[in-house]
Antibody, heavy 119, light 111 residues
């Protein structure tokens, strides 16, 4: 059974960079037809797609976040990562990693990790 | 890439049906059949309920169905059960295949 698990700091200061890692177990991140994705949800609000990466390193980002986002993949560790720079309080959210299939839909999700941006 | 529009809430009694809408544009919902729906219970990760407008993943009850007309997709839950009470989000792939956009979310209450 595929499992995804987010890890990273729960508190980050304004203007700094958020760094999260998603560890994939029970399957290979190098499988074709799957795209590894980050999605976030501010407290009490809706879901927001941040971006996706293919195992080859190809990336797709939400246009409004593109200047601040970097998603990378480490196939040797079966992990992928998110970096989001120039943080403000508006970036406070639960961050989910998820797998996107070819259909396309997000069929496997991590449990999510709350990141708070505060001094 | 504005969020897709959903009604904030919908409700029904056990056994009844409820339908929620998801309105986008010709650049997303109306441009292709890559609309998916997600159920989210409080404090939990979302779960995919439908993909490609109306296809159900294995294990999703056939009480959940979907359709699309023009720029609006719909999710219908028939035979409402208490466990269906949750937030529901639609999601569309952009025609350009460069981004995804989620809906604003709808809370379904089982009365």
């Amino acid at each position: 059974q595929l499992q995804l698990q987010e890890s990273g700091p729960g508190l980050v200061k304004p203007s700094e960079t958020l760094s999260l890692t998603c560890t994939v177990s029970g399957g290979s991140i190098s499988s074709s037809s799957y795209y590894w994705t980050w999605i976030r949800q501010p407290p009490g609000k809706g879901l927001e797609w941040i971006g996706s990466i293919y195992y080859s390193g190809s990336t797709w980002y939400k246009p409004s976040l593109k200047s601040r986002v970097t998603i990378s993949v480490d196939t040797s560790r079966n992990q992928y990562s998110l970096k989001l720079s120039s943080l403000t309080a508006a970036d406070t959210a639960v961050y989910y990693c998820a797998r996107r299939g070819g259909d396309p839909s997000f069929d496997y999700w991590g449990q999510g990790t709350l990141v708070t941006v505060s001094s | 890439q504005s969020a897709l529009t959903q009604p904030p809430s919908a409700s029904g009694s056990p056994g009844q049906s409820v339908t929620i809408s998801c309105t986008g544009t010709s650049s997303d919902v109306g441009g292709q059949n890559s609309v998916s729906w997600y159920q989210q219970h409080p404090g939990k990760a979302p779960k995919v309920m439908l993909y490609e407008v109306s296809r159900r993943p294995s294990g999703v009850p056939d009480r959940f169905s979907g359709s699309k007309s023009g720029n609006t997709a719909s999710l219908t839950v028939s035979g409402l059960q208490p466990e269906d009470e949750a937030d529901y989000y639609c999601c569309s792939y952009a025609v350009s295949h460069t981004y995804f956009v989620f809906g604003t979310g709808t809370k379904i209450t089982v009365l």
